[in-house]
């Protein structure tokens, strides 16, 4: 089975700091893994995606995530931090191979302070 | 390119009453589809995928029901709105299996009081 923790319910930052949202995964199987975003309202946007190639995933608007399979984690980060980064994160895990549907953790929301 | 609408936009209804939320896909052909539902301060539950049409799976029991007319289209509905269906709801795509990259549309806010 797989399963997905996102280990911050809300992160603040100042604007031009670095982000961190923290994500780790439990998979049975080789995953893959997801960061996409959510603004208020509105549908989710895919930011990146991790399927075995690269262990350093960079996504748009500058994110970026390596996957540690030792540490079973995907960590989201940013090198400065935008106003327009305010939003609901959310890491996604599912298999390689197999039926297994998209698992979502429950979110991160980022707020981004001037 | 892929497009993905969702309608309405926003939605208040009664309990008791019926409900019909429509999700169309552009640019693609035969899609797997997705209605998910967002709760205030939750994560995504996936309520129903379809790989075809006339091909429904339900991931949760629930008063809900989903169909799938033609290709494109992905609707969700209810004989009898209750007040724990009040949500976002968000329809998907994928090109492949369900275990490959979606696309979300722009969701619809429904209040059922």
């Known amino acids: 089975a797989q399963s997905v923790t996102q280990l911050d319910s809300h992160v603040s930052v100042s604007e031009g700091t670095p982000v961190l949202l923290r994500c780790n995964y439990s998979?049975?199987?080789?995953?893959?893994l997801f960061w996409y975003v959510q603004h208020p309202n509105k549908g989710l946007q895919l930011l990146l995606k991790?399927?075995?190639?690269?262990?350093l995933v960079k996504g748009i608007n500058g994110f970026e995530a390596e996957f540690k399979k030792s540490e079973t984690s995907f960590h989201l980060t940013k090198p400065s931090a935008h106003m327009s980064d305010a939003a609901e994160y959310f890491c996604?895990?599912?298999?390689?191979?197999?039926?297994?549907?998209?698992?979502f953790g429950k979110g991160t929301r980022l707020s981004v302070i001037a | 390119s892929q497009t993905i609408h969702q309608w309405p936009a926003t939605l208040v209804q009664p309990v008791g009453s019926p409900l019909s939320l429509e999700c169309t896909v552009e640019?693609?052909?035969?899609?797997?589809l997705y209605w998910y539902r967002q709760a205030a301060g939750r994560g995504l539950q996936l309520l129903f995928y379809?790989?075809?049409?006339?091909?429904i799976s339900s991931e949760v029991p629930q008063n809900l029901s989903a169909s799938r007319p033609q290709d494109r289209q992905f609707i969700l509905s209810s004989k009898k709105l209750l007040l724990s269906d009040s949500g976002f709801y968000l329809c998907?795509?994928?090109?492949?299996?369900?275990?490959?990259?979606?696309?979300f549309g722009p969701g619809t806010r429904l209040t059922v009081l």
């Open positions: 640019g693609t052909s035969n899609p797997n």
């Open positions: 996604v895990v599912t298999t390689i191979s197999g039926n297994t549907p998209l698992v």
């Open positions: 998907a795509w994928s090109v492949l299996a369900r275990t490959d990259t979606q696309y």
């Open positions: 998979s049975s199987y080789s995953p893959s």
């Open positions: 379809s790989v075809g049409i006339g091909q």
């Open positions: 991790y399927t075995s190639a690269a262990t």
